[in-house]
Nanobody, 124 residues
Framework: QVQLAESGGGLVQAGGSLRLSCAASGRTFGPYTTGWFRQVPGKEREFVAGISWSSGSAFYADSAKGRFTISRDNAKNTVYLQMNSLKPEDTAVYYC?????????????????WGQGTQVTVSS
């Protein structure tokens, strides 16, 4: 079992920045891949970014490319999502997810563990 705890959400004006953190505990050894998803009421949860355990390669949704950066600190079992140039349409609950596999996949069905989510609100 893996427990994930997000932090760092909040209210920010458009054009501002936030950094989300996701701390993993429990079974954190082995090849697990971490990602960020987001969800707004009435819509499906969507992929934002992911980082491969094996290569450290990062993958982004088109909406995040050029503005968001995912990174990880293996020693701290923590993954970060740096979000810059935020837009009102980035407003959502952001979830950290993990899967025991090498690949980053953008389908929520392939992710095994989820955090409780952290609210990000971007005002215009």
């Amino acid at each position: 079992q893996v427990q994930l705890a997000e932090s760092g959400g909040g209210l920010v004006q458009a054009g501002g920045s936030l950094r989300l953190s996701c701390a993993a505990s429990g079974r954190t050894f082995g090849p697990y891949t971490t990602g960020w998803f987001r969800q707004v009421p009435g819509k499906e949860r969507e992929f934002v970014a992911g980082i491969s355990w094996s290569s450290g390669s990062a993958f982004y949704a088109d909406s995040a490319k050029g503005r968001f950066t995912i990174s990880r600190d293996n020693a701290k079992n923590t993954v970060y999502l740096q979000m810059n140039s935020l837009k009102p349409e980035d407003t959502a609950v952001y979830y950290c997810a993990a899967r025991f596999a090498y690949q980053v996949l953008d389908d929520v069905a392939y992710w095994d563990y989820w955090g409780q989510g952290t609210q990000v609100t971007v005002s215009s």
